[in-house]
């Protein structure tokens, strides 16, 4: 190996390298500031992170426990990778039946447990009718939640509801990877902006009202 090919092969490891570090650098900022404007929005916040070294949010809003977390989608092969928020509603009272809606499935659903589960179920004619609706040993009364799935679901960015009756939890996609960046690199880099608090907050009250008619009608 000559002299030159030696120097050129040096330096592109030396600019791989810096690349490699810098995305590292920029994700793990665009992952730590996610949930910078939401730590008001809750009463007595905590921050952590979970096994992925992603971020999730604890606290209080309206008398119910929440929790909020993201989660990278990178398994969609020629799809540029969407970072998924959950909002999770703790129940205060146990519901009956369990249901989850998917719009737009993909068939590589990760986050949702409803891979798992058997029970398929007719879709309500006034909701969206590209998904999927399954259940897990008894299904949810699908009457009880006829007002909110139309609206929910109106916006093409809800992609999932998923109901037990230990929780109610809203998946909404709130980035999407850089294109050029991933379609070079297949690295999942995401902007450094926090979501919106104003969505946050419009979620949680959606999915607090999903919970509240929920437990109203357990007799």
């Given at each position: 190996?000559?002299?030159?090919?030696?120097?050129?092969?040096?330096?592109?490891?030396?600019?791989?390298?810096?690349?490699?570090?810098?995305?590292?650098?920029?994700?793990?900022?665009?992952?730590?500031?996610?949930?910078?404007?939401?730590?008001?929005?809750?009463?007595?916040?905590?921050?952590?992170?979970?096994?992925?070294?992603?971020?999730?949010?604890?606290?209080?809003?309206?008398?119910?426990?929440?929790h909020?977390?993201?989660?990278?989608?990178?398994?969609?092969?020629?799809?540029?990778?969407?970072?998924?928020?959950?909002?999770?509603?703790?129940?205060?009272?146990?519901?009956?039946?369990?249901?989850?809606?998917?719009?737009?499935?993909?068939?590589?659903?990760?986050?949702?447990?409803?891979?798992?589960?058997?029970?398929?179920?007719?879709?309500?004619?006034?909701?969206?009718?590209?998904?999927?609706?399954?259940?897990?040993?008894?299904?949810?009364?699908?009457?009880?939640?006829?007002?909110?799935?139309?609206?929910?679901?109106?916006?093409t960015?809800?992609?999932?509801?998923?109901?037990?009756?230990?929780?109610?939890?809203?998946?909404?996609?709130?980035?999407?990877?850089?294109?050029?960046?991933?379609?070079?690199?297949?690295?999942?880099?995401?902007?450094?902006?926090?979501?919106?608090?104003?969505?946050?907050?419009?979620?949680?009250?959606?999915a607090?009202?999903i919970?509240?008619?929920?437990?109203?009608?357990?007799?």
């Open positions: 190996m000559n002299i030159a090919v030696l120097v050129l092969l040096m330096t592109m490891i030396v600019i791989m390298t810096r690349k490699y570090n810098k995305d590292v650098s920029s994700k793990k900022q665009a992952r730590s500031c996610v949930f910078d404007e939401c730590n008001s929005l809750l009463e007595k916040p905590l921050a952590s992170l979970d096994k992925a070294n992603l971020p999730v949010l604890y606290g209080d809003y309206g008398g119910f426990k929440v909020l977390s993201v989660v990278e989608d990178t398994l969609g092969w020629r799809k540029i990778p969407p970072l998924w928020l959950l909002i999770k509603v703790i129940a205060n009272n146990p519901s009956h039946g369990t249901l989850d809606f998917i719009a737009r499935p993909a068939n590589n659903e990760f986050y949702s447990p409803s891979w798992q589960w058997d029970g398929s179920m007719a879709i309500p004619a006034a909701w969206p009718q590209h998904a999927i609706l399954k259940y897990l040993k008894q299904p949810v009364d699908t009457g009880l939640l006829d007002k909110y799935v139309p609206e929910l679901f109106a916006d960015k809800m992609k999932e509801l998923l109901v037990t009756p230990a929780m109610t939890r809203l998946t909404y996609l709130i980035k999407q990877g850089e294109r050029g960046e991933y379609l070079l690199m297949r690295n999942a880099v995401y902007d450094n902006v926090p979501v919106s608090k104003d969505v946050v907050e419009s979620l949680i009250k959606k607090i009202a919970r509240v008619n929920m437990e109203s009608a357990v007799i």
